[in-house]
T-cell receptor, first 113, second 115 residues
Framework: KQEVTQIPAALSVPEGENLVLNCSFT??????LQWFRQDPGKGLTSLLL?????REQTSGRLNASLDKSSGRSTLYIAASQPGDSATYLC????????????FGKGTKLSVIP | NAGVTQTPKFQVLKTGQSMTLQCAQD?????MSWYRQDPGMGLRLIHY???????DQGEVPNGYNVSRSTTEDFPLRLLSAAPSQTSVYFC??????????????FGAGTRLSVL
């Protein structure tokens, strides 16, 4: 059974700092890995999707990497802003067509002005 | 496009009552799924569907029923609500992009309390 772990569970940083969120998974037979953002009381918003054949994806100040062999992914956020404060969830896609997602418990990020 | 729409946003039930959580998407996505989110547990897959008329169980299906009669709708039924089903429920949909995996789009959630 796939298990996804996110470290740390919570993180507080001053505005402007660069930061890294970590995600690890136990079964390397994945189709893709997604990073989501969840604001309090809201749904999930997809940030980045990395296919199993890719090493990284970038969107603006966000960069996600994937190392399938070691079962790890990182989400790098450059020049953090208070608006980045949210919970970040890592999810591994498996099953036919990678439809089934296994989620980590998330990292709650607070960016202090 | 409205995206993925879930109704109701909040619901309080008594133990033993039944209800249906509604989910609709207007993006013509073939895949839809239901997750529940509990504190300290993360999101867990309840049921999913890869197209109209096709459904299957996820990690935590007990106590829930689904059907998929149209591409747009994927309702989740609680036949006899239990306090253990108190949770936030999310519906998601996705499509297949040739060679590019599946981005999943989530609704805003339904907060359910079973007393």
């Amino acid at each position: 059974k796939q298990e996804v772990t996110q470290i740390p569970a919570a993180l507080s940083v001053p505005e402007g700092e660069n930061l890294v969120l970590n995600c690890s998974f136990t079964d390397s037979a994945i189709y893709n890995l997604q990073w989501f953002r969840q604001d309090p009381g809201k749904g999930l918003t997809s940030l980045l999707l990395i296919q199993s054949s890719q090493r990284e994806q970038t969107s603006g100040r966000l960069n996600a990497s994937l190392d399938k062999s070691s079962g790890r992914s990182t989400l790098y956020i450059a020049a953090s802003q208070p608006g980045d404060s949210a919970t970040y969830l890592c999810a591994v896609g498996s099953g036919a067509g990678s439809y089934q997602l296994t989620f980590g418990k998330g990292t709650k990020l607070s960016v202090i002005p | 496009n409205a995206g993925v729409t879930q109704t109701p946003k909040f619901q309080v039930l008594k133990t033993g009552q039944s209800m249906t959580l509604q989910c609709a998407q207007d993006m013509n996505h073939e895949y839809m799924s239901w997750y529940r989110q509990d504190p300290g547990m993360g999101l867990r897959l309840i049921h999913y569907s890869v197209g109209a008329g096709i459904t299957d169980q996820g990690e935590v299906p007990n106590g829930y029923n689904v059907s998929r009669s149209t591409t747009e709708d994927f309702p989740l039924r609680l036949l006899s609500a239990a306090p253990s089903q108190t949770s936030v429920y999310f519906c998601a949909s996705s499509y297949s992009r040739q060679g590019r995996g599946n981005i999943q789009y989530f609704g805003a959630g339904t907060r359910l309390s079973v007393l």
